[in-house]
């Protein structure tokens, strides 16, 4: 058995600018649906093609700084309905200076890679492609290079403003570092589909799972080459993470008025985003992409230092303006530490069970469940409040 072919050892990921570091294992999953040719004498007479999809994940170290939060928790406040990979509509082009204004205040990250996209019956700008991947510039300009775009140089040469209606679509790449085998696995357009738990506690690293998905280039087809993903033999070296920045500390909660606007969890404090996607399918290509189908979040933690009337009182039972049909929200359950602040918007109290035993705690699991309420955003993640 040739022993160079006994592919092992760990690697690390790169996305949107920032490289993460896991633990237990990164673990790439792809795969390729099929859909059988059935006959009733012989059962499938073939086997073909229907789908493909490609899934990243793994527990990331638990390093807590504003710019790889920035990657893992992008998901805060969605709009549902809108692309993971997102999609700007372009509401000008001016050729004299270069610049591609948006509609709206979103844009793409500065060094962002992007791909121009026109809809039937436009014009592309004179100076552009569709099959470039371009870089963003924070003047709105396109760049070469992701440097380039970074340092604000070398602007794309646009000499026409074009016809019709154009966007710009992200087409971050999600890079997996094999480093011990020097072998460089580029999924040329991903995001974050998953975001990892957040584990508050003195003992524990504070990240949970993340995954990542990937899809073709846009307007790609299958039958393009490197269209998913590039594998090259690469020269890797790495930086491990600074450990002064995996935090684990004692941690205190806010949870609306009196008793509860400051008080202790007797262990861990979980908090746990789940973004909801779907696919966007099409008969000739399979799944293109995915749209936000929406965002749900909830913290679970043991309370101490209740009353048994106290806890059964939170969740309003009895007495008080929470009606069958009114609303449960409580207020803005905080979580905070050294270095640490998070919010779960506008929570409402779900259960908090109470065990009568020998030996044990009182207290059982809270489940406290967010909303969107007027602001939009359904939780909060930072080194600092908001």
């Known amino acids: 058995m040739n022993l160079a072919t006994l592919l092992e050892g760990p690697a690390n ?97 500065t060094g962002c890679p992007v791909r121009f996209a026109l809809f039937p019956g436009a014009t592309i700008p004179a100076g552009l492609s569709e099959a470039t991947l371009y870089y963003w510039g924070a003047a709105g300009t396109l760049h070469p290079t992701e440097a380039d775009a970074l340092a604000a140089t070398n602007p794309v040469d646009i000499t026409s403003a074009g016809a019709g209606d154009f966007a710009l679509i992200e087409q971050e790449p999600v890079i997996i570092d094999a480093l011990a085998a020097n072998r460089r696995i580029t999924f040329h357009n991903g995001a974050i589909t998953g975001m990892p738990p957040i584990i508050h506690s003195a003992v ?17 087809a299958w039958s393009d080459a490197n269209s998913l993903y590039t594998v090259a033999k690469v020269a890797l070296s790495d930086t491990p ?10 941690y205190s909660l806010a949870f609306g008025a009196a008793p509860w606007d400051s008080f202790k969890a007797r262990g861990p404090i979980t908090l746990t985003p789940q973004l909801r996607t779907e696919p966007i399918i099409t008969d000739g290509l399979g799944t293109l992409g995915l749209r936000i189908a929406g965002l749900d979040v909830a913290a679970m933690f043991a309370p101490q230092g209740f009353s048994e009337e106290q806890m059964l ?21 905080v979580i905070t530490g050294t270095g640490v602040h998070n919010i779960v918007y506008n929570a409402a109290p779900r259960q908090l069970p109470q065990t009568f035993s020998p030996t044990g705690p009182r207290a059982g699991e809270l489940e406290a469940r967010g909303a969107a309420g007027i602001t939009g955003a359904r939780f909060y993640v930072g080194t600092a409040a908001p």
């Open 13 to 109: 990921v790169t996305h949107r600018g920032q490289t993460l570091h896991f633990r237990g294992g990164l673990t790439l999953t792809p795969l390729a649906e099929l859909f059988s040719i059935d006959s009733d004498l012989y059962g499938p007479l073939d086997q073909r093609a229907s789908d493909n999809s490609v899934v990243i994940s793994g527990t990331p170290v638990g390093v807590w700084t504003a710019a790889q939060l920035a990657v893992l928790y992008r998901w805060t406040n969605p709009a549902i309905g809108s692309l993971v990979t997102p999609r700007y509509d372009v509401s000008s082009v001016t050729p004299a200076t270069d610049v591609i204004a948006l509609v709206g205040a979103a844009a793409p990250r």
């Open 204 to 220: 524990a690293s504070m990240l949970g799972a993340a995954s990542f998905g990937c899809f073709r280039k846009n307007n790609a």
């Open 241 to 250: 993470p600074d450990a002064a920045n995996i935090v684990t500390q004692d």
């Open 313 to 333: 009182d939170l969740l309003g039972l009895q007495g008080g303006t929470a009606a069958r049909g009114k609303s449960k929200v409580r207020g803005n359950l």
